[in-house]
């Protein structure tokens, strides 16, 4: 293990608690590289040595046995890490499409991957496609349990029954934290919340539950990438995210407001105008006993993806979820009732958790 | 990959479904040895070819190409395997402690060992220490998903959540399947059953949920086992499956009734008499809005194992399981609420599933 080379790209709320998990970690690969929006850390070559210390970077940053550079590219990085004296990880804690978008030069040149960041495996089917060929081509390994559900066994658990040679005929669930939040909260199965959407939307937005524009997340982009995933992973050559239809929760008249600081506010100042239109929705569910759910769905058979609102039984395990926990549930040939999956599918401590898993795996493998 | 070799034990209901799902498996490792109780099936030395065909053995059972013989001792099949001219695996779909307390040899040869078997990890303490010992000295591994759970992601997750540092600090669920479906449905979330506790278990025995002799599922012992081995993982010293109390659901009266067809006979027509006992227990839970449920659980923190009935609040999730499904809640110090598997955790199909799951895995790292 002694002889694998680690490089780390970002330093936000994944990266920082990836950071001290690594820290942690026994026989931890030696991190060689740390990249920033604008800085990078880097073992000095030709040695690659000293490393820098995961726990302790910031410190470390002031060191001179360091070399410090700005940005680099995706091609420089990977230059690097491909000249270090062993096989070399790219952890990639950034959510950069750019960067996505660069694994394969990564992957032909035999560093593999581990990372959180969904744009690689949900943007153009070209892009997955291009990713996979390049991991077979460079004998590099491509992790990424933390796309879907954070550290939650989600990808890993799917890509066991495929390989297994189960059929996986349906999966659905919540796969948004936010989105979990707000519609436990708004219809909760107890009927007792009198709530109004934008209340809810409010608070979730304070508690930091929300990205810094809640259309971010009320977009349902988000959960279609993680569909893509998912769908993909079962065998459907899903072409993109915006290949079937997502049930946006933004008002249309809303949607066009810039996603500036004034924009946000606007926005959140006029979405009480919009509260009967959910209250609506959610006294429908009621009139049926159930309550509405913001889900995501892919039906093998049928080629089907689809993201947006549905009704849900009360006793259902998707209408008893509490918090902003997740649920996925995995319908198959072998398994008569689903396989279910639940808990946290956010925060950065999951979120690496998952990440670092993955390296723990990749390691063993290459190791 | 081509170069593992891969001997089987055991042609059971979990050892034939996995042979089918060998069968179908890509770049399937070479089948070399199939052993059934009586009867051994071998490619003959010193090419170690031809191979087994794993879907079709019967009708290789007949062929003259391949090596017949009585049964073989663990030590005789480990030394079979050590020389095969790549590394090899074992994998036991047996559920014998003899050949699981010989796992040592076969790992300090450098035989990796998968197995549902669960006798090896969850007997005496020291022969869990001497087997991951044995591992670490033959560089052999070893996997054992399908001893809890079956193929439900328990194992490699409990694993995942102490291996990147996180706490585990409570571990709860329902680990049999035969009384998952007892419980479900002597005492439904509805209420709505007036089933005699006696009339539940003929049904379940009648649908071949139960052991042939059901006190084989009522004493308590297979969930013992099962916590036994998650203990482990979590950091517990725990001697052994006897060393925590387990209640068991056999009327003492009963208990010494010999396990002979007779023997069960009686035990059936004698378990009415107990009805209004078990009678009592789930009327307790009724009276405080709850139900009763036979559950295993581990306090990591007050390093107790318990295994035995709790009430539980209808609207919990280990209230609202149905059929005969498990579910294992992990309760960490990273994870808010608790992280859920649940489904299916006995059957052959999905047994074999975790067997096949773990046998890839080690392929990977052994390639």
Known sequence: MSNIYLGVIGVGGVGTAFLNQLARLPN?????????????????????????????????????????SGALSPEEIASYLSSAPGRSILVDNTSDPALASSYPVFLRKGISIVTPNKKGFSSDLSLWKEIFAAAAEGKALVYHESTV???????????DLVATGDEVTRIEGVFSGTLSFLFNNFAPVSGASNAKWSEVVAQAKELGYTEPDPRDDLNGMDVAR???????IAGLEVQGPDAFPIESLIPAELAALPSTADGITQFMTELPKFDEQMAAIKEGAEKQGKVVRYVGSVDVAKKEVRVGLQQFDKDSAIAGLKGSDNIISFYTKRYGSPLIVQGAGAGGDVTAMGVTADLIKVIQRLG
Chains 1, 2 share one sequence.
């Open 28 to 68: 931890a690969p030696k991190l060689i590289l740390l990249a920033r929006s604008t800085q990078t850390l880097l073992a000095p070559t030709p040695a690659y040595s000293p490393a820098i210390p995961a726990g302790d970077w910031k410190a470390a940053a002031e060191s001179p046995s360091l070399t410090k």
């Open 149 to 159: 559900g954070a550290g939650l066994p989600v990808i890993s658990t799917l890509r």
């Open 226 to 232: 993680k569909l893509t995933i998912l769908a993909r």
